[in-house]
């Protein structure tokens, strides 16, 4: 009985050992144990998401790539977009690279970016200072010098290509045309396919021979760069910027959904002057919902000239009623000395039906000559429901905070560079 106990125990040793030669070494295995340890050191310090990572690397990706480890990133952000799924608590990091180099720190977009999906985390890994470098702007489609032809609903070109003109599904354009029947000029167009030398769109144009057409200059455009129409969605460290050269390119991101927050995040919705001088509809950030939170961010900037009746931050878009939205410790950074334009614009006398919050906010305007040049720090339609609520916040370059003081109050008259006021009046 000892004896056979003894070689069963024997056995079951050589069996274990026979196993575990069996085994593949981790060196040998496919990539599970590597994938997973390496996406453990790749996830260390971001958000906690309960859905899937997917990295964007602007060097290094590629569309072909799963974009689920830095090794394997996506090289745009609407790439990493389309592979969340709404709802699912996916996340976007966006990798920059520390050289400087603006191809090396910036996700390019060739056309506006309809954010519709619930539920997604998008974080910037880049220094998180002042003008960040977790960059997301236009890349601008431009064609011209080709021969065109015109049909309904096609431009077609003889040699050449679209797609290396940067088109893309999606994208916004504007038509110059001045041939023998400059029909088309100035009319717009959203693209809906596209090959080399064929750009399909939705509006319709009237059809014209080369000869008609003439010199045509087909130049894309963003009004905004994103407007986000899903809820639940943050943001992090991102450095956003509309890059449309065109006056047609206006506003920076527009948020169209209850419940998004964002953190540390630069807004500029116009980096140009034409687009700059566009009168009232032009914004960094557009606030037409409610239950909006905006942590350490900043709106605009002072290299860029803004010279209209227009403001950083714009509230609502038509009659629909916005509410509870805070903004704290923020920064507004402009340029002008157009006395008309302003750091918040009201956009109708309904819109506000519940008081916009402003904490430690500062709005200042950078051009030394033109202090108190500037009107008013609120412009745009008077709310007759509730206000702008400005707590602990300062400005400098407007002679005053704004023309209403029955709609809006502040707790540090000193606070303003010129007369200033607590409004007293709240209904």
């Known amino acids: 009985m000892k004896m056979n106990k003894y070689l069963w125990i024997l056995l079951l040793l050589s069996l274990g050992l026979s196993l575990g ?24 310090g971001l958000p906690a998401i309960r859905g899937t990572w997917y990295f964007v690397d602007p060097t290094t990706g590629s569309a072909t790539n799963s974009g689920k480890l830095k090794s394997a990133a996506f090289a745009t952000l609407k790439t990493a977009y389309d592979a969340c799924t709404s709802g699912a608590g996916d996340g976007i990091c966006v990798v920059a690279r520390g050289t400087g180099t603006a191809s090396q720190t910036t996700s390019y977009l060739k056309a506006p970016l309809a954010w519709s999906k619930y539920s997604i985390t998008v974080y910037g890994l880049a220094d998180e200072a002042y003008f960040g470098r977790a960059r997301i702007t236009t890349t601008v489609p ?7 032809t015109m049909t ?3 431009v077609v070109r003889t040699s050449g290509s679209f797609i290396t003109d940067n088109w893309a599904v999606g994208s916004t354009g504007y038509c110059t045309s001045s041939g023998t029947a400059s029909t088309n000029n100035a009319a717009t167009f959203t693209v809906t396919a596209v090959t080399a030398l064929t750009l399909t769109f ?12 003439g010199t045509v200059v087909l130049t894309g455009y963003f009004a905004p760069l994103i407007t986000i129409s899903g809820e639940n969605n943050r943001f992090f460290n991102l450095h956003i910027v509309n890059g449309s050269t065109l006056v047609q390119g206006i506003g ?6 209850n419940r998004n927050y964002f953190k540390n995040c ?5 980096s140009n002057a034409t687009a700059a001088a566009v009168a009232t509809t032009q914004f960094d950030i557009e606030a037409a919902a409610s239950e909006l939170q905006f942590d350490d961010c900043y709106f605009g900037t002072k290299s860029t000239i803004y010279a209209a009746a227009n403001a950083h931050i714009k509230l609502g878009i038509s009659t629909t009623q916005i509410g509870q939205v805070f903004f704290n410790r923020c920064k507004v950074i402009s340029y002008s000395a157009t006395a008309g334009h302003g750091a918040i614009i009201v956009t109708n006398a309904v819109t506000l039906g519940g008081w916009i919050t402003f904490s430690d906010c500062t709005f200042s305007n950078w051009n030394s000559g033109a202090i108190t040049a500037l009107t008013t720090v609120i412009i745009g339609a008077t709310p007759n429901n509730c206000g702008i609520f400005l707590h602990n916040c300062g400005e400098i370059g407007w002679a005053a905070w704004g023309a209403n003081d029955d709609k809006w109050v502040t707790d540090n008259a000193a606070g303003a560079a010129g007369v200033g006021g607590i409004g007293l009046n709240i209904q």
């Open 21 to 44: 030669i069996a085994q593949p070494t981790p060196s040998t295995s496919p990539s599970t144990y590597y994938s997973q340890s390496q996406l453990a050191v790749d996830i260390a």
């Open 142 to 148: 431009v064609t011209t010098g080709a021969t065109v």
């Open 152 to 154: 309904a609903h096609t």
């Open 202 to 213: 939705t509006e319709t144009f009237t059809a014209q021979t080369a000869a008609e057409c």
């Open 252 to 257: 920076g991101v527009s948020v169209q959904a």
């Open 266 to 270: 630069h807004f500029i919705g116009a």
